[in-house]
């Protein structure tokens, strides 16, 4: 059951990342940030479309290494604590280059998958 959980945690948690990136503007309300503007690019004067579409990207690049972890994890895999590694490091590198403080939860999340990977939590997964 654990190993489900944590499955489908992996899984779930790389596939917020575009959808938290690609979330539709309402007129009239400011979004919770702005996928256009980056503080890294906009300081090298990078236009806001193509920051928007960096940022979609590795979104994306993100929710694939996630998913393939997870269905590692559920596989039995042995590799599959490399590929969560890969994936919270990108999802930090992300909130990092756009960080905003709506981001924080997920950056505890990407730190915590980083953690229980180097402790080996849960042991029953391993």
Same mark, same amino acid.
């Given at each position: 059951? &654990?190993?489900?959980?944590?499955?489908?945690?992996?899984?779930?948690?790389?596939?917020?990342?575009?959808?938290?990136?690609?979330?539709?503007?309402?007129?009239? #309300?400011?979004?919770?940030?702005?996928?256009?503007?980056? +503080?890294?690019?906009?300081?090298?004067?990078?236009?806001? #479309?193509?920051?928007?579409?960096?940022?979609?990207? &590795?979104?994306?690049?993100?929710?694939?290494?996630?998913?393939?972890?997870?269905?590692?994890?559920?596989?039995?895999?042995?590799? +599959?604590?490399?590929?969560?590694?890969?994936?919270?490091?990108?999802?930090?590198?992300?909130?990092?280059? +756009?960080?905003?403080?709506?981001?924080?939860?997920?950056?505890?999340?990407?730190?915590?998958?980083?953690?229980?990977?180097?402790?080996? +939590?849960?042991?029953?997964?391993?």
């Amino acid at each position: 059951m &654990i190993t489900f959980l944590s499955a489908v945690f992996l899984i779930v948690h790389g596939l917020l990342h575009p959808g938290v990136w690609t979330a539709p503007r309402r007129p009239g #309300e400011s979004p919770p940030f702005d996928p256009g503007h980056s +503080w890294a690019l906009t300081a090298v004067h990078i236009a806001p #479309e193509p920051v928007r579409a960096i940022a979609l990207s &590795i979104a994306w690049y993100i929710a694939v290494v996630y998913t393939v972890a997870g269905a590692g994890l559920l596989a039995g895999s042995t590799w +599959w604590p490399t590929a969560a590694l890969v994936g919270a490091a990108g999802g930090l590198v992300l909130k990092t280059l +756009w960080f905003d403080p709506w981001l924080t939860v997920g950056v505890l999340l990407d730190v915590g998958v980083i953690v229980a990977v180097a402790c080996t +939590w849960p042991a029953s997964v391993y």
